[in-house]
């Protein structure tokens, strides 16, 4: 079950990807910087058209969806060895996820999603940051839904004051 959950954790494997190419090609990344939470981001726009288009439905989904990746991460984490390794990046999936909640369909739109939940992430500003110390899978997803949060409500206010 530890290597499905892995599997999962790291999409498929993919978050390899730059892991490997970045640390062949010698190049000195932080944990913050190794460029897979880019790919994860990938996979949350990619599978966000599967999503429900209600928004109750699309929250509803969110919800169970973290809670399922809090246990996945968390077991990932225990076959990986380290507390939010690099490779799991089912919590930035997830994180722009929350990032997209409820905002107008439109590429404009995920894109603007995308590249705040991205900034949002990497900068890890409180109270969200302090989410990364829960335990577990929990930390390392709820960190991410924080920023999708934050970022969500941004887009929310600009959609808002746009209309």
Known sequence: MRAVC???????????????????LGVATTRRWAGTGFVGTLVGWALWTFLPKDPVEYCAAVV???????????????????HDD????????????????????????LAAAFVLFRILDAVKLPPYRW?????????VV??????????????????????
């Open 64 to 82: 169970v969806t973290t809670v399922a990746a809090a246990w996945v991460c968390d077991e990932a984490e225990k076959g990986l060895g380290g």
């Open 6 to 24: 892995t599997a999962v954790a790291t999409c498929l494997y993919l978050s390899y990807i730059p892991a490997k190419l970045t640390s062949g």
């Open 86 to 109: 690099t490779r799991i990046v089912l919590d930035e999936t997830v994180g722009f996820w929350a990032a997209a909640a409820c905002l107008p369909p439109q590429t404009a739109w």
């Open 142 to 163: 709820m960190d991410d839904v924080g920023a999708g949060v934050a970022a969500n409500l941004i887009l929310q206010l600009v959609a808002l004051l746009s209309r």
């Open 131 to 139: 989410l990364e110390r829960l335990p577990g899978g929990c930390g």
